[in-house]
């Protein structure tokens, strides 16, 4: 009977009942509705993905900032050559503090500057590395002055005051010396610098044959850094003088170009009265013989 009350139904056009899910729900035919935007939003794990991603690039930006920052910091004042100067200076010593004493950098450089930058060159990788590539561009010129003035170790001047301060013969006992201890001595060390540096020593008896005279009272000590910067000072002073001279030299030419300009002028004045010379004798003679002819009326 149901079966056929439905039949009847649907011939006059009754609507279809509503189907039933399992669990006794109803369902309804009807279709889902879609959106016809082609710009849908976002999906929440997008969005957190998405998020996620700036705040690392934010991350990553402020610690390349700060980076930037402690290598600015760091490199900041330290040319190549200083930093040239200093690895020799410490290869040589192993003492900070007479690196300090002893070297004498582009800026003038205090102890703790000194320490941080030699921490930096031996644990920072940045620092480290764009300071190796800074030095490698450095002339050969001025890798050969650095190496020139780089500090004496103990090692060397102990092996230097074993030469006899009695020494006549000039550089040849040094050029032994040199043969002897080639690994000792530093790459560029040369007879004549060996020399040089012993008649340092012997001036400060230093020397292994000399005996330290007593001190009389009231002298103060001078240690040989502070020999050595009196000798670099006077050695300046001497520089200055030099360009002192030259530039009064220079002022010397000046002054003969304008003495020799005002020369040039005298003499075009004295030639120009010796061409007028025979207009005035000329006028003087006629002057005469005037003055001649009325006497004689």
């Not at 007479?98 to 703790?112: C, E, R, T």
């Not at 930058?117 to 050969?140: F, G, K, T």
């Not at 001190?215 to 000590?221: I, P, Q, V």
């Not at 005037?290 to 006497?295: A, G, H, I, R, Y």
Request: net charge negative; hydrophobic share 35%; glycine share 4%.
């Amino acid at each position: 009977l149901l079966l056929s009350a439905m039949e009847a139904g649907a011939e006059k056009g009754a609507p279809a009942p509503k189907k039933v899910a399992k669990g006794g729900k109803k369902t309804s035919t009807k279709p889902m509705r879609t959106s016809k935007r082609s710009i849908k939003r976002r999906k929440f794990d997008d969005e957190l993905v998405e998020s996620s991603l700036q705040q690392t690039a934010e991350a990553t930006g402020t610690r390349k900032r700060d980076d930037f920052d402690h290598l600015f910091k760091m490199t900041s004042g330290w040319l190549p050559t200083d930093d040239l100067a200093l690895i020799l200076a410490v290869q040589q010593t192993n003492d900070l503090e007479s690196v300090y004493a002893g070297v004498s950098f582009s800026s003038s450089f205090s102890l703790s500057d000194i320490q941080e930058r030699w921490y930096a060159l031996l644990y920072d990788p940045y620092v480290s590395r764009l300071a190796v590539e800074a030095i490698r561009q450095l002339h050969p010129e001025q890798i050969a002055e650095i190496e020139s003035k780089v500090l004496w170790s103990k090692e060397e001047e102990k092996l230097l005051a074993e030469v006899s301060c009695g020494n006549s013969d000039g550089t040849k006992p040094f050029e032994e010396l040199l043969e002897k201890n080639r690994i000792a001595f530093f790459r560029t060390r040369t007879p004549k610098s060996l020399h040089d540096h012993w008649l340092k020593m012997k001036h400060y008896r230093l020397l292994k044959d000399q005996k330290v005279q007593p001190m009389l009272h009231g002298d103060t000590l001078m240690s040989f850094s502070d020999a050595e910067e009196q000798l670099e000072k006077a050695e300046k002073e001497q520089q200055q003088r030099k360009d002192q001279l030259h530039a009064a030299i220079v002022r010397d030419d000046a002054l003969e170009q304008e003495l020799n300009y005002i020369d040039r002028q005298q003499k075009r004045a004295i030639r120009r009265l010796e061409e007028d010379i025979p207009k005035w004798q000329t006028l003087v003679e006629g002057l005469s013989a005037q003055e001649l002819s009325e006497e004689r009326f």
